[in-house]
């Protein structure tokens, strides 16, 4: 089965950080995906990435960077955290493009 | 980009009574996939199904591309399908657009 991880379920930051949300997944896919999740928003996404080093801007990308310098890892970064940036965070990933996606666990983030 | 609509938005069950959530989306689709959402908020996917039937235990869903939409069938409901149901659709480049949700809840 595949594997999707992400680095963190709980996650507490403080206005102005900096905040690394990382995924790993172990099934050599090429695609990697980061989402939020608001209640009443659905799943929106953010960035999205077809290789190493590529990336890709989603729907939502402001106030988000990312990162991909390995194939199985894919980093979501908020370089000055804002309490609207307060969301589950969900990293999915695929092989090929369009293919059966897969999510890791999810990651709720509280910005203060 | 796509729109995508499910309903209902909510539904209320006894268990052992059977459901069916319905997925409309508004442009041609290259996939369509169901998801469930666990009350713990891992998504889980259930069907990648770009047209046709398949069925997987308990559950079933048949897409109909050329009338762009999809049905997930729940047969025999149990406490544990309660949770969000979700479908996705996508076009091009790889992007999933998700619907808002079906959110099933099964009684004892």
């Known amino acids: 089965d595949v594997k999707v991880t992400q680095s963190s379920r709980y996650l507490v930051k403080r206005t102005g950080e900096k905040v690394f949300l990382e995924c790993v997944q172990d099934m050599d896919h090429e695609n990697m995906f980061w989402y939020r999740q608001d209640p009443g928003l659905g799943l929106r996404l953010i960035y999205f990435?077809?290789?190493?080093?590529?990336?890709e801007k989603g729907d939502i990308p402001e106030g988000y960077s990312v990162s991909r310098e390995k194939k199985e890892r894919f980093s979501l970064i908020l370089e000055s955290a804002s309490t609207n940036q307060t969301s589950m965070y969900l990293c999915?990933?695929?092989?090929?493009?369009?293919?059966?996606?897969?999510f890791g666990s999810g990651t709720q983030l509280s910005v203060l | 980009g796509i729109q995508v609509e499910q309903s209902p938005p909510d539904l209320i069950l006894q268990e052992g009574a059977n459901s069916t959530l319905r997925c409309n989306f508004s442009?041609?689709?290259?996939?369509l996939q169901w998801f469930h959402q666990n009350p713990w908020g891992q998504l889980i996917n259930l069907f990648y199904i770009p047209s046709g039937t398949k069925q997987n235990g308990r559950l079933s869903a048949t897409t109909v591309a050329t009338e762009r939409y999809s049905l997930l069938y729940i047969s025999s409901s149990q406490t544990t399908d309660s949770g969000v149901y979700f479908c996705?659709?996508?076009?091009?480049?790889?992007?999933?657009?998700f619907g808002d949700g079906t959110t099933l809840t099964v009684k004892p």
């Open positions: 990435s077809y290789d190493v080093k590529m990336k």
């Open positions: 996705a659709g996508n076009t091009n480049a790889g992007k999933s657009t």
């Open positions: 442009d041609s689709v290259n996939n």
């Open positions: 999915a990933s695929s092989s090929p493009v369009g293919e059966k996606l897969f």
